[in-house]
T-cell receptor, first 113, second 113 residues
Framework: DSGVTQTPKHLITATGQRVTLRCSPR?????VYWYQQSLDQGLQFLIQ???????AKGNILERFSAQQFPDLHSELNLSSLELGDSALYFC????????????FGQGTRLTVV | AQTVTQSQPEMSVQEAETVTLSCTYD???????LFWYKQPPSRQMILVIR??????QNATENRFSVNFQKAAKSFSLKISDSQLGDTAMYFC??????????FGAGTRLTVKP
């Protein structure tokens, strides 16, 4: 168990809908990352938050948004969903400023039908 | 932006033999971190090994070791005495201190009995 919790584990929704993925980082970790992994593909970096502020942005679509709340949990909002958004969405957290790696949650598998 | 390249989409090895997975990266930074993550069929992301760029000594974790060549921007993973449980996708990753982690496209490793 990495200590990073993602909910829900699975999500099936229709095209055009909006969903919210939730991530609770490890205790003490201030930085949260979101990644998208399509079937048999690598991990595409979406966005990073550090202590509530956006720290880095990757290939995140305008239909997607994220935020990190004062209790450090983070949410990834996906709207106007398309079939191509079906993927495994990972959240990871790390202790910024010290020597460490990112710890990954189990992922949320999103299926858009 | 930092890029990470894994030039071997797929590799296979016989059980008990040794295999080396390649990774190169591009950065202008002098201090950074490098990682190898393993993703078994369960899709969980598991840290295999990590290396700090300022350390010249190559990292080792049991059967896993790296060959870190900073000048060449190369970071290969050697798996000795391969086991069936090593079958997985392996991702090389780069991280600047405090910032996002970028991944390569991955190498699918199959260990054959």
């Amino acid at each position: 168990d990495s200590g990073v919790t993602q909910t829900p584990k699975h999500l099936i929704t229709a095209t055009g809908q909006r969903v919210t993925l939730r991530c609770s980082p490890r205790s003490g970790d201030l930085s949260v990352y979101w990644y998208q992994q399509s079937l048999d593909q690598g991990l595409q970096f979406l966005i990073q938050y550090y202590n509530g502020e956006e720290r880095a942005k990757g290939n995140i679509l305008e239909r997607f948004s994220a935020q990190q709340f004062p209790d450090l949990h983070s949410e990834l909002n996906l709207s106007s969903l398309e079939l191509g958004d079906s993927a495994l969405y990972f959240c990871a957290s790390s202790v910024v400023g010290v020597w460490t790696e990112a710890f990954f949650g189990q992922g949320t598998r999103l299926t858009v039908v | 932006a930092q890029t990470v390249t894994q030039s071997q989409p797929e590799m296979s090895v016989q059980e008990a033999e040794t295999v080396t997975l390649s990774c190169t990266y591009d950065t202008s930074e002098s201090n950074y971190y490098l990682f190898w993550y393993k993703q078994p069929p369960s899709r969980q992301m598991i840290l295999v090994i990590r290396q700090e760029a300022y350390k010249q000594q190559n990292a080792t974790e049991n059967r896993f070791s790296v060959n870190f060549q900073k000048a060449a921007k190369s970071f290969s993973l050697k798996i000795s005495d391969s086991q069936l449980g090593d079958t997985a996708m392996y991702f090389c990753a780069f991280m600047k201190g405090g910032n996002d982690m970028r991944f390569g496209a991955g190498t699918r490793l199959t260990v054959k009995p």
